[in-house]
């Protein structure tokens, strides 16, 4: 069984309703949700001029490697109507995988830990609500240092 730290995200729609219909087609199709974090709302990353994104950590338990899950997940974002036509664009949907084991995998299809993890508050506040005390396999810290040294001076706020 792969323990696994998902981020999921979005800013379009009904933003907790889609965390929920995400949380929900995740146990059916991937497996097992162990723990989830609050929801954070944040300004947005990157392409700023648009409206603020709603956030939430899953810890899940899967049987499924790290390219067949980033391909169900993948699928899932299809369902609820993912549109990938602008780079960090507005979405309604989006599902990451930060951590998965204490692996780290670079695959045509996915990347393991998420290589922009460290850089990015909004990921780290709700990943250490549920998982402050994991070492990241590249860094060998913990999620929780990693949030003390984060440059990312974007506000979070726990909805």
């Given at each position: 069984m792969?323990?696994v730290?998902?981020?999921?995200?979005g800013?379009l729609?009904?933003?907790l309703?889609n965390l929920?219909q995400?949380?929900d087609f995740?146990?059916q199709?991937?497996g097992?949700i162990r723990?989830?974090?609050?929801v954070?709302?944040?300004?947005?990353?990157g392409?700023t001029?648009?409206?603020?994104?709603?956030?939430?950590?899953?810890?899940l338990h899967t049987?499924?490697?790290?390219?067949n899950?980033m391909?169900?997940?993948?699928?899932?974002?299809n369902?609820?109507g993912?549109?990938?036509?602008?780079?960090m664009?507005?979405?309604a949907?989006d599902?990451?995988?930060l951590?998965m084991n204490d692996?780290?995998?670079?695959t045509p299809?996915?990347k393991?830990?998420?290589p922009r993890?460290?850089?990015?508050?909004?990921?780290?506040t709700?990943?250490a609500?549920?998982a402050?005390?994991?070492i990241?396999?590249?860094f060998?810290?913990?999620?929780r240092?990693?949030?003390t040294?984060?440059?990312d001076?974007?506000?979070v706020?726990?909805i």
């Open positions: 792969n323990t730290f998902l981020l999921t995200g800013n729609g009904n933003r309703e929920q995400a949380a995740i146990l199709d991937c097992i723990n989830m974090s609050a954070y709302q944040t300004a947005a990353w392409f001029s648009q409206p603020d994104f709603y956030n939430q950590a899953i810890e049987l499924l490697d790290p390219d899950l391909k169900a997940l993948l699928h899932i974002e369902k609820m993912r549109q990938r036509s602008v780079k664009g507005p979405r949907i599902i990451d995988i951590l692996m780290a995998c670079d299809l996915v393991i830990p998420h993890l460290a850089e990015r508050r909004f990921v780290l709700p990943l609500e549920i402050g005390g994991i990241h396999p590249v060998h810290k913990t999620i240092e990693l949030l040294e984060c440059k001076e974007l506000p706020h726990k």
